[in-house]
């Protein structure tokens, strides 16, 4: 098989994998407990925090691990509103449903919630964000990487917007930690979501940054661990391997975006030349290394990929059944129902080859010829 789905989830990388492995067997302790192995898992954690906040640019003590990105979003999202009682929350169209739902539902607790525009780049407009500022506005939310497209939103530009006005930033991270630098202070954010599994740790694991002195209020109460926003007995074995993970993508960031974006560019190029009349959906520059989606005009894209039972990727589009919608994210950059379905969503990781990513071209190419051109 060729996996071509990073940004879907990564596999745990082995350095991971046997940072944790002592902590399911013999480093078993609670890192509440005052003894020798509640001190060691304590450590552990400690030795984590440090290393997920180094990557970040920010201090451990602003660091919260969660069960992942979904929990640290809603934490922000709820906490911040919960904390303020009324006010106005800016997001976009384009976020994760992790983003998007938290605030339809915080809208029908009685919050106004704006939802801003990109363009056909799928790029919100910095001052698109400044327009919609108010005095009630409690809250920015603006993800920093699309994770269908790849594109990367201006999150500085308008970190500096809202700082400037005294309003609260977040940023959901998800995507471009571990494939590009993301360093809190010059995006200029008071909370930033992590996934683990984004990058090479488990699922079921991440973090939040969040700001020195910024109050919101916890979803969880209980024994008041991480510093009293995330209650519940630390998950220590997955919380080491986000650490390592972190540690992992601070040493390869350089080398891992050098081969992310040269097999991504040779993946298109192929594409290209086999099919003339492809279809960028995104930014051509600003976006991940790693990410390619692309629209073949005429044709399918879940059937493209149903065919090809060695590649495993994903197309833009939530498939149900027999039946296909238009990714919202793709129709809020105005792309067309018909090329929206015809969308294939393609993204490389550390563990990608090139002879992988010729033959994924090839196999789609060939599939292409077997069929019928037409509107799907």
């Known amino acids: 098989m060729i996996y071509l789905d990073y940004n879907a989830t990564t596999p745990i990388a082995p350095e991971v994998v046997e940072a944790m492995l002592p902590y399911f067997k013999e480093e078993f302790g609670n890192p ?25 640019g920010c201090s451990p003590e602003e660091v919260v691990f969660t069960s992942g990105a979904t929990e640290a ?37 009685g919050f106004e919630i704006t939802v801003l525009p990109v363009d056909r780049h799928g790029q919100v407009d910095p001052d698109e964000v400044r327009r919609a500022l108010t005095p009630r506005t409690i809250l920015v939310s603006v993800m920093h990487a699309n994770n269908e497209t790849g594109v990367l939103q201006p999150v500085a530009e308008i970190g500096a917007i809202a700082r400037e006005a005294g309003v609260l ?56 661990q991480e510093g009293g926003l995330r209650s519940g007995t630390e998950n220590v074995p997955y919380i080491v391997g986000l650490g390592e993970a972190a540690r992992l993508a601070g040493e390869r960031l350089s080398l891992d975006q050098v081969h992310l974006r040269k097999l991504r560019d040779r993946l298109h190029q192929l594409l290209q030349e086999g099919f003339p009349e492809l279809i960028l959906n995104g930014h051509q520059k600003m976006r991940l290394p ?87």
């Open 290 to 376: 790693n990410t390619l989606n692309v629209a073949f005009p005429g044709f399918s894209g879940r059937k493209i990929l149903s065919g090809i039972h060695e590649l495993e990727a994903s197309v833009g589009a939530a498939c149900h059944g027999d039946e296909e919608e238009p990714s919202p994210v793709l129709t809020a950059m105005g792309v067309p129902p018909d090329l929206a379905l015809a969308a294939v969503r393609l993204s490389v990781g550390r563990y990608t080859t090139e002879a992988e990513v010729e033959e994924a071209a090839r196999l789609i190419l060939a599939r292409l010829k077997n069929l019928p051109h037409s509107a799907p």
């Open 73 to 109: 979003n809603n934490l922000v999202l709820k906490g911040v509103a919960w904390h303020y009682r009324a006010g106005q929350i800016i997001t976009t169209a384009i976020e994760h449903p992790a983003v998007l739902e938290p605030c339809r539902w915080l809208q029908s607790q």
């Open 169 to 224: 930033m977040h940023t959901d991270a998800a995507q471009s930690v571990g494939k590009i630098a993301v360093k809190v202070e010059e995006l200029h954010v008071d909370f930033l979501t992590v996934a683990g599994h984004k990058f090479y740790a488990a699922k079921g694991v991440g973090a939040l940054y969040v700001r020195s002195s910024r109050e919101i209020t916890p979803l969880f109460h209980g024994g008041g």
């Open 32 to 56: 509440a407990s005052s003894y020798p192995h509640g001190w060691r898992a304590l450590e552990a954690v400690i030795r984590a925090r440090r290393q997920v906040a180094d990557l970040l």
